[in-house]
């Protein structure tokens, strides 16, 4: 297996539209996942607040991954949080993270928050926040190993969620946790 991630473009939209419904129809718990309206996504992606990273197998989408830079839009998961204006406008949602389950189980959904996360942390002090069903054991073990600490519990999205926070970009170089990645594994 020789899995390439890289940054998406505009023109990723459809296949990743495709392939998130593909993956939400496999899953044995739906109420996991929040699969957005995909004319929401098209606008999001049109317009740049959204950012997509794709894990490519050869010409075959392994997983993807994507973060909604909100600003003080209503879908600010810092507004759950009670943070301050100035606060809301550094929150980036870590929005969606999805592998076909042929590929689960290689730490994909890892590596591609790697790469947003080291893009994230380059361009200055972020809150990075995202949701996690608490029964999704392998995501929530997941953020959680990835430095990521449980803010709050709440309803979300038809169903509980933690919301979890990770702050990203203040003194990267010394920890290691910016730069460029290699982009296959």
Known sequence: MSIVIRKGTPEDTEPML???REVWEAMAHKEWFFLSPAE????MMASGAMELWTAMDGSRLAGVFT???PGLGRDNYGYDLGLTEGELLR????DTAAVHPDYRGQGLQKRLMEFAEAQIAGEGAHILLC??????RFSLENVLNQGYTI????????SERYVLRKDV????QSRGKCGKLENNY
Request: hydrophobic letters at 30%; one cysteine or more; proline letters at 3%.
């Open 131 to 136: 949701t996690v069903h608490p029964e999704n």
């Open 169 to 172: 970009g203040m003194n990267c």
């Open 67 to 69: 973060i909604v830079r």
């Open 151 to 158: 803010q709050k519990k709440l309803e979300k999205y038809g």
């Open 40 to 43: 929401e996504t098209r606008e």
């Open 91 to 94: 929150v980036v949602n870590m």
């Open 18 to 20: 495709r392939f998130l």
